[in-house]
T-cell receptor, first 115, second 112 residues
Framework: DGGITQSPKYLFRKEGQNVTLSCEQNLNHDAMYWYRQDPGQGLRLIYYSQIVNDFQKGDIAEGYSVSREKKESFPLTVTSAQKNPTAFYLC??????????????FGEGSRLTVL | QKEVEQDPGPLSVPEGAIVSLNCTYSNSAFQYFMWYRQYSRKGPELLMYTYSSGNKEDGRFTAQVDKSSKYISLFIRDSQPSDSATYLCAMSAVTNAGKSTFGDGTTLTVKP
């Protein structure tokens, strides 16, 4: 089935460690996004990429890094510089024309907990 | 001040009730208006989207946009227990339709 695959589903990290969340899509979408969701705060954009080898910061990029070496893959690294990393992380890809309506397809999410 | 404000809820209604979910926004560049449904511990899924002002109906769901008031609504008729979820409004500008700004979500519980 086509879709977005995120892994791991649950992840525990000790303070000071970097962790990488995987996001793979087989929808052949050009654009991919990372959102963070905290209880009662909706989704906030971390990074996005509209094309391979290019990405832009979102609203809360500090303490995170990404890469986009392949169209199918958009991994997110949560670095030790991120002060409050415990959250639910959602990866999405976008189906639509560059200038027009479309749909964000989301993965099942990765829940990161800092011990 | 947030660009998108969503009525916080939570909402609890009996089965068969009509539900109204609402968002306001401040950014005049927003042209696309979406409603996503998110079940517990899952990723959101698109429920409806509308372009500019007007109404759009899909089965028991109606999305309404009033750009003059910067106000959007989602109505659910004959609500079912399976509608119990968190509903997120989202908006984007024409120049980058995938870069959506989300409301904080309203959690709805429909009791049988």
């Amino acid at each position: 089935d086509g879709g977005i695959t995120q892994s791991p589903k649950y992840l525990f990290r000790k303070e000071g460690q970097n962790v990488t969340l995987s996001c793979e899509q087989n929808l052949n979408h050009d654009a991919m996004y990372w959102y963070r969701q905290d209880p009662g705060q909706g989704l906030r954009l971390i990074y996005y990429s509209q094309i391979v080898n290019d990405f832009q910061k979102g609203d809360i990029a500090e303490g995170y890094s990404v890469s986009r070496e392949k169209k199918e893959s958009f991994p997110l690294t949560v670095t030790s510089a991120q002060k409050n990393p415990t959250a639910f992380y959602l990866c999405a890809s976008f189906q639509g024309p560059a200038l027009g309506a479309g749909e964000l397809f989301f993965g099942e999410g990765s829940r990161l907990t800092v011990l | 001040q947030k660009e998108v404000e969503q009525d916080p809820g939570p909402l609890s209604v009996p089965e068969g009730a009509i539900v109204s979910l609402n968002c306001t926004y401040s950014n005049s560049a927003f042209q696309y208006f979406m409603w996503y449904r998110q079940y517990s511990r899952k990723g959101p899924e698109l429920l409806m989207y509308t372009y500019s002002s007007g109404n759009k109906e899909d089965g028991r769901f109606t999305a309404q946009v009033d750009k003059s008031s910067k106000y959007i609504s989602l109505f659910i008729r004959d609500s079912q227990p399976s509608d119990s979820a968190t509903y997120l409004c989202a908006m984007s500008a024409v120049t980058n339709a995938g870069k959506s700004t989300f409301g904080d979500g309203t959690t709805l519980t429909v009791k049988p």
